[in-house]
């Protein structure tokens, strides 16, 4: 069965003064239809600007997406015009993002910005879409829905914004829901609601979800597939229980080694050494060597390609690659 | 909401009596007054027309008997004009207003246009070309590209009259009086917009600019709503929030009439009047003027603050 998304070395750069930072560098990813995938790094490791460019809302002048293929059920976003490009965004392909304080215009009515795709891409009437609108407020758990859509997003507390979000974003129906972390700007109580939320909303409508995070607890919680970032490159890939059960690229082990696990009493947290590399200075070999506990003399030299380790799992390590 | 209004007015008052007593009192110490001017009074006549107008009396005691009028709406009589304050601002003002009204609609709509589209393109050659031309417009003095500009379209074009508001000896009405004042409108008008451009064109394309920036236009383009919505339903209604502070500033600028473009183009509105009376010291006229655009600009900012309140649902007063 063809992916829903396919996304094929996908290379999202910026133009900067000390040179071009290449955000997104070669990312290749599948979701398919239903299915909700994960993409985990660190701040600044490319993943919410791999989102971004599937949208097209990669911020110009200075930043473009240079290559790649973006495939959406069959076509491909990069090579659409603008106008097709923004009939599906908020239709078949929608987004939520972290903030949701300040991702809701402060001078219009929730109600209004519920409505707004509504109309725009159903072409629903300014009364259909209202109503359609309150219970889209009701379906993401939010009682007194008519009050709330004549509110303002100042009266609403953070939770109840990314609820309207996610009303927001699936007033069409989309086929895929991109989350770029959800809950990050939530405190822990509503982060679980949330993601509830959207495991509810996924099981009723069978759209994906492409959930982007740092949390691995989250991961574990939602995903079917994992995809580990790290400067702007795939490291690691798998579906998700063999992946927890054996990560086999180092930065994936430091990531799951720095997570605290329930019971378990430790002095201190594990914590990756060093630092994200400045991806200005990134040299020929692995990004990751420099903190890699394993880095040979081969990492430096030459950066290793994602290749299979055994059934559903790839990663981009020579400790795994072939010998040679 | 009531509260805050009764606050609002009694603060209003205090001020104005303040500025009644500032404007009194500057005028009253500005050295000569409309009879010291006129050398061919006598030094007897002079002492005697003081004691009729009451400039003899202690300053204190003239400004109780100022005031006391002006409550009861009585803003005293022109010296030069030998007409109420009040008749003649009715006179006058109105032809200021047209002028500014006209520039003033003309201003923001150019502004705002502009200064969306070039926040839009920020750094593109359009941006890049409007603002050497603002900074153009800015920089030149009214009384330059006033008189310029009639010399290019009244004297050597003869397409537009070159002052006054309307032709002289016209007894024009109806249509043709319209179309007489607009003809001779258009370059005074042109002026004023011009000069009003620069600056508020630069304050739309920065608010503009920040506004772009926020999440919420990031979350309106990813609904997938036409650019066009975005920047003028989404992005505009944000970025003229805090224009609405100046709203409260127009208020006086309507009505105060402009000294140097009024004189220029001989138009017949209160800056010109006021210019005249300044040099003949015809304070009765001139403190009148002055307490009225204190009026205006205190009325201003409180039309602008429940203006907030209409427009930004995060404000209540």
Do not use: Y
């Given at each position: 069965m063809e992916a829903l998304l396919d996304i094929r070395e996908l290379q999202t750069h910026f133009q900067t003064e000390a040179g071009v930072l290449r955000a997104v560098d070669g990312v290749s990813l599948r979701v398919r239809e239903g299915e909700t995938v994960c993409i985990v790094g660190e701040s600044g490791c490319g993943k919410s600007m791999t989102a971004m460019s599937v949208l097209g809302l990669v911020e110009g002048p200075s930043g473009k997406v240079a290559g790649g293929e973006v495939r959406f059920g069959g076509r491909d976003l990069l090579r659409m015009s603008r106008q097709e490009l923004r009939t599906l965004r908020g239709h078949e392909l929608s987004m939520i993002f972290q903030e949701p304080m300040s991702s809701l215009n402060p001078v219009l009515t929730i109600g209004r910005q519920i409505a707004e795709p509504l109309r725009e891409h159903l072409r629903l009437g300014r009364k259909e879409a209202m109503r359609r609108a309150v219970e889209l407020i009701r379906e993401v758990g939010i009682s007194r829905p008519e009050q709330i859509a004549d509110a303002y997003p100042h009266e609403l507390s953070g939770g109840m914004l990314q609820r309207v979000m996610i009303a927001i974003a699936v007033s069409c129906k989309p086929k895929l829901l991109i989350a770029d972390e959800p809950t990050t700007a939530l405190d822990v109580t509503i982060q679980a609601q949330i993601l509830d939320l959207l495991r509810g909303l996924q099981a009723k409508s069978g759209m994906a979800l492409l959930l982007i995070t740092h949390d691995l607890g989250v991961v574990a919680e939602m995903a079917d597939y994992v995809i580990v970032m790290y400067a702007g490159k795939v490291v690691e890939e798998g579906e998700v229980e063999r992946l927890f059960r054996e990560p086999r690229h180092p930065y994936t082990q430091g990531l799951l080694r720095s997570k605290p696990v329930l019971g378990q009493v430790r002095e201190e947290l594990y914590s990756i050494p060093g630092q994200v590399p400045n991806p200005l200075e990134l040299g020929a070999g692995c990004a990751f060597a420099d903190r890699c506990?394993?880095?040979?003399?081969r990492c430096r030299r030459q950066e290793p390609p994602l290749a299979p380790v055994g059934s559903d799992q790839q990663a981009a390590c020579w400790l795994h690659g072939k010998e040679g | 909401m009531s509260t805050y209004l009764i606050r609002r007015l009694s603060y209003m008052l205090l001020i104005l009596l303040a500025a009644s007593f500032l404007i009194f009192a500057l005028y009253a110490l500005t050295p000569g007054d409309f009879i010291s001017g006129n050398i061919k009074l006598t030094p007897e006549r002079k002492a005697e027309l003081r004691m009729i107008y009451g400039l003899d009396q202690p300053l204190l005691d003239r400004y109780l008997t100022w005031m006391g009028n002006a409550l009861r709406g009585d803003f005293g009589i022109s010296l030069a004009q030998q007409k109420p304050v009040l008749t003649l601002f009715q006179d006058y003002i109105w032809n200021s207003f047209l002028l500014a009204a006209v520039s003033t609609f003309f201003t923001w709509l150019l502004a705002v246009v502009i200064g969306v589209l070039a926040a839009y393109r920020q750094y593109s050659w359009f941006d890049s070309l409007v603002m050497v031309l603002i900074f153009a417009a800015m920089s030149i003095p009214s009384f330059f590209i006033g008189l310029f500009l009639i010399k290019i379209f009244a004297v050597d074009l003869h397409w537009l009259p070159p002052g006054g508001m309307t032709t002289t000896g016209s007894n024009a009405e109806g249509w043709a009086y319209v179309l007489e004042v607009a003809d001779h409108m258009a370059l005074p008008a042109a002026v004023m917009t011009l000069l009003g451009l620069g600056s508020l064109t630069r304050y739309f394309r920065s608010n503009m600019i920040d506004v772009i920036k926020q999440d919420y236009i990031r979350t309106a383009r990813a609904k997938g709503l036409p650019e066009r919505k975005v920047l003028f339903t989404h992005a505009l209604r944000n970025a003229l929030l805090p224009a609405i502070t100046l709203v409260g500033f127009e208020l006086p600028a309507l009505f105060g009439g402009s000294l140097i473009i009024e004189s220029i183009f001989n138009w017949p509105g209160i800056g010109q009047l006021y210019m005249k009376s300044f040099g003949l010291r015809d304070y009765p006229l001139l403190m009148g003027f002055t307490m009225f655009i204190a009026v205006l600009t205190v009325v201003g900012t409180l039309l602008s603050d429940l203006l907030y309140r209409i427009a930004d649902p995060r404000v209540n007063l």
């Open positions: 506990e394993f880095a040979m003399d | -």
